[in-house]
C-alpha cells in the first residue's frame, strides 16, 4: 500500500472519529481503524503512528460541519456510528413485587444536596419506577448540632430537580414518641438497658467483653430510668439507653450499641426544646425500616457494621428484615462537599453561597449547567458494584454532553484579547451557524465595516499569526501578515490544507464577559452579542468550553460547564 493511499484510509477514519466525536479525532483510535482495515500494515505501525498524528492535527483544525461535508463526499454510510452505545441496566432487585417495592433516601438535613448524595438517591428512585413502588424520603434530623433548617425545604426541590420522584416524606422528629415505644419494648424484653458509665469506662468494657454494672439490673429499675431519661431528669452524657447486642462478638463494633442519648444543652432548630432523649441513627433507622415496611435497602459497604446492630432489634422484635445491598465506596476528588466547612465558607463570604461554582453541591451542577439526566446515567453506568470507586468528573462530562451538545447553541468569546487591524478590504460579513447540525436555527450575521477593519482575538493566536503569518478567521476571511500588516487573502477555506490555524475572533466593540470557573478563578474576556432568550442556558464558547448564561448586559455573566 503506498502512503498515499496510506493517508486517504487515515484521513477517512480521522474524519469519522473526528465527526462522531464532537469534532476531536483520536489519533489511537484513528490508527486501529487502520491496521484493523489491513493487519500486514501492523509491521508499519509507528511509520503509521506518525502519520495518523499529523492528519488527525489538522482534521482537529476543521470545523465540525466542514468534517461532516467532508466524510459525506469520502463515505456517507461513516456518518453513523457502526455500534450501539453501551446500555448500562441495573440487575433486579431478589423478591420484588410490582407494586409492592418500598426504598428510602435518607439525607441528614445539614445543608442542600451534594453530587455524592445522588447516588443513592438516583439508584433508589430507578428501582422504585421499575417496580412501580414506593419512594421515601426520610430526613433523619435526630441530630440538633448538625441542622440547617433551610435544608428541610432545599432536599426535596432538590430531588425534584434531579427527577427523583417522591412519594412520602417522613422527618424523624416526628416520630420520637414511636422510638420511644420501641425503647420500652426492649427494656421489657431485656434487650435494652440504661446505662450511666461515663462513655470511656463503658468502650473499656465492651472491648474487654465485659458487661457495665447497669447491664443486668430488674426490668423495673431499667424502666425507671428510662422514664428519667425522657423526662429530663438526666444532663447530657449521664446516661444512655443501649441496645443489648453479643459481648462475646468477634466484632467489638457490633457489641452492645447506644439507642438512645441525652441532648439537653442544644433546642432543636425545628423542635426546640420539646426532646431531650434522642435516637441514635442505628436505633431511628431500624425502627423506621421497619415501620414504613422497607423491603430493600441500598447503603455503602460502610454500613455493614450498621446493617449487623440493626438485625439484632430485627430478631428480638419479630420483625421481617428489608433485603440489603452494600455498594462500594466513592472518592469524589478535587470536591468540596462536607456541609459544616461550606456552611461556614458562606457566612464568612469565601463562598457565594451553595450554588458557588466551586462547590460540589447539587445546586452548584445545576447552576454550571450539568443535567440531571447525565447525573443519572453516569450512576446508573456506575451501577451497584461492591469494589470502591473514584468518582470521574471527565465521565460525567461526557454523559453531560449529550444533553447539552445539541441545544446548545455557538458563539465567539475570546478571551485575553488584543486588537487586530485588518487591511485590503473595507467591508466584511460573517454568517456563522448558531448551530452546525440545526440549520434550521439560522446564523449569527455580522457586519463589519472600517478603514481598516478593527477587530479582537486572543492573545496565543495573535503570536501564532505572527509566527506563522497566515491565519484563518472562522466565518468570516483569510489574513496573511504582510511588511507587519494583517492583509485580507479572500475566503477560500482550501487554506486549511496548509495547516493554517483556525482563530475565533469578535468586533472590536464587543460586550466583556465574565465567566466563573470551577477553580474559583474568573476567565475574563469579550464575546460577541448574546440574546437575553440564552438567559439560563447552556451555550457553547467556540474553542472555550460550555457555558451557563446567567447575565447578558451591560456585562455577560456566565458559569463554566465543561469542555
Known amino acids: 500500500m503506498s502512503n ?31 491496521l484493523a482495515e489491513d493487519p500486514e500494515m501492523r509491521s508499519r505501525a509507528k ?6 498524528e499529523n492528519i488527525v492535527l489538522l482534521i482537529n483544525s476543521i470545523p465540525l460541519e466542514e468534517q461532516r461535508k467532508m466524510l459525506e463526499n469520502i463515505d456517507a454510510s461513516m456518518l453513523k456510528k457502526e455500534k450501539g452505545e453501551r446500555v448500562h441496566v441495573l440487575p433486579d432487585l431478589p423478591d420484588a413485587l410490582e407494586g409492592k417495592v418500598v426504598m428510602r433516601f435518607a439525607p441528614g438535613p445539614s445543608g442542600p444536596l451534594h453530587i455524592g448524595h445522588t447516588r443513592v438517591a438516583i439508584l433508589n428512585d430507578e428501582y422504585v419506577k421499575r417496580y412501580d413502588g414506593k419512594f421515601i424520603n426520610r ?33 424523624q422528629t416526628d416520630r420520637f414518641q414511636i422510638y420511644y415505644e420501641v425503647a420500652h419494648q426492649l ?29 443486668d439490673r430488674p426490668i423495673e429499675e431499667q424502666h425507671e430510668e428510662l422514664d428519667k431519661m425522657l423526662a429530663g431528669v438526666y444532663d447530657d452524657e ?12 468477634p466484632n467489638p463494633a457490633v457489641r452492645d450499641f447506644v439507642g438512645l442519648r441525652i441532648i439537653s444543652s442544644i433546642p432543636h432548630p425545628r423542635t426546640g426544646t420539646r426532646y431531650c432523649a434522642y435516637p441514635m441513627m442505628n436505633f431511628s433507622v431500624a425502627v423506621d425500616d421497619h415501620f414504613l415496611g422497607l423491603t430493600h435497602v441500598l447503603r455503602g459497604k460502610d454500613h455493614l457494621n450498621n446493617t449487623l446492630r440493626q438485625e439484632y432489634m430485627f430478631n428480638y422484635l419479630g420483625w421481617k428484615k428489608p433485603w440489603y445491598h452494600h455498594y462500594g465506596l466513592v472518592s469524589i476528588p478535587e470536591t468540596i462537599l462536607k456541609t459544616s466547612i461550606v456552611g461556614k465558607g458562606i457566612k464568612s463570604g469565601e463562598y457565594s453561597g451553595w450554588d ?13 449547567g450539568i443535567t440531571p439526566e447525565a447525573i443519572r446515567e453516569y450512576w446508573v453506568d456506575v451501577g451497584m458494584k461492591e469494589v470502591d470507586i473514584q468518582f470521574s468528573w471527565d465521565t460525567l462530562y461526557a454523559f453531560n454532553k449529550r444533553h447539552v451538545d445539541p441545544d446548545a447553541n455557538r ?35 455580522l457586519r463589519l465595516v472600517g478603514r481598516p477593519i478593527r477587530i479582537m482575538i486572543g492573545r496565543d493566536d495573535f503570536e501564532t499569526f505572527k509566527e506563522k503569518r497566515r491565519i484563518r478567521l472562522k466565518d468570516l476571511c483569510n489574513l496573511e501578515m504582510i511588511d507587519g500588516r494583517a492583509t485580507y487573502i479572500g475566503n477560500d477555506l482550501s487554506i486549511l490544507k496548509d495547516k493554517v490555524r483556525i482563530v475565533h475572533w469578535v468586533p472590536e466593540r464587543s460586550i ?5 470557573m470551577p477553580d474559583g478563578e474568573d476567565e475574563k474576556g469579550l464575546v460577541e452579542p448574546v440574546p437575553d432568550s440564552e438567559i439560563g442556558k447552556v451555550v457553547q464558547f467556540e474553542r472555550f468550553g460550555f457555558v451557563k448564561i446567567e447575565e447578558t448586559c451591560p456585562i455577560l455573566k456566565a458559569a463554566f460547564t465543561q469542555n
Open 4 to 34: 498515499g493511499h496510506i493517508e486517504e484510509v487515515i484521513r477517512k477514519y480521522a474524519l469519522q472519529n473526528a465527526v462522531l466525536y464532537g469534532g476531536k479525532a483520536n489519533a489511537k483510535a484513528v490508527v486501529g481503524k487502520v
Open 47 to 52: 511509520e503509521i503512528t506518525s502519520m495518523a
Open 139 to 171: 430526613i433523619e434530623d435526630t441530630n440538633p448540632e448538625k441542622i440547617d433548617p433551610d435544608a428541610y425545604n432545599t432536599i426535596p426541590e432538590d430531588l425534584a430537580w434531579l427527577g427523583v420522584k417522591v412519594h412520602s416524606t417522613v422527618i
Open 187 to 215: 427494656v421489657d424484653m431485656g434487650k435494652a438497658y440504661v446505662c450511666k458509665c461515663p462513655v470511656d469506662e463503658w468502650r473499656r468494657l465492651k472491648e474487654e467483653r465485659r458487661a457495665c454494672p447497669h447491664r
Open 238 to 249: 449521664e446516661a444512655v439507653l443501649v441496645v443489648k447486642t453479643d459481648l462475646n462478638h
Open 356 to 368: 458557588d461554582v466551586r462547590l460540589g453541591t447539587v445546586r452548584s451542577l445545576k447552576r454550571r
Open 411 to 445: 458563539y465567539f468569546f475570546v478571551w485575553d484579547p488584543v486588537p487586530v487591524n485588518i487591511y485590503g478590504i473595507e467591508e466584511l460579513e460573517s454568517y456563522a451557524p448558531l448551530h452546525p447540525d440545526h440549520p434550521e436555527r439560522g446564523s449569527r450575521n
Open 512 to 516: 466583556e464577559a465574565i465567566v466563573m
